[in-house]
């Protein structure tokens, strides 16, 4: 799984977003569908294939 944060998640305030996907690096922006979520946390899954990812 990847560790990312939506536009509304701080660092080290808020919770985190789980990802299941894969062909992800760190600075890309995807899109995904949440399946869950806990008190702090969100849990989901990539919606976009590994060449539609979008770096910054």
């Known amino acids: 799984p990847y560790i990312g944060r939506n536009q509304r998640q701080a660092p080290d305030i808020d919770g985190v977003t789980y990802l299941r996907g894969k062909g992800l690096s760190p600075g890309d922006f995807i899109t995904c ?7 702090y946390d969100l ?3 990539t919606l976009m294939e590994e060449n539609q990812t979008f770096r910054r």
Do not use: Q, T
Request: no cysteine; aromatic share 10%; hydrophobic share 50%.
């Open 33 to 39: 569908r949440i399946e869950a979520a806990d008190e």
């Open 43 to 45: 849990f989901g899954v």
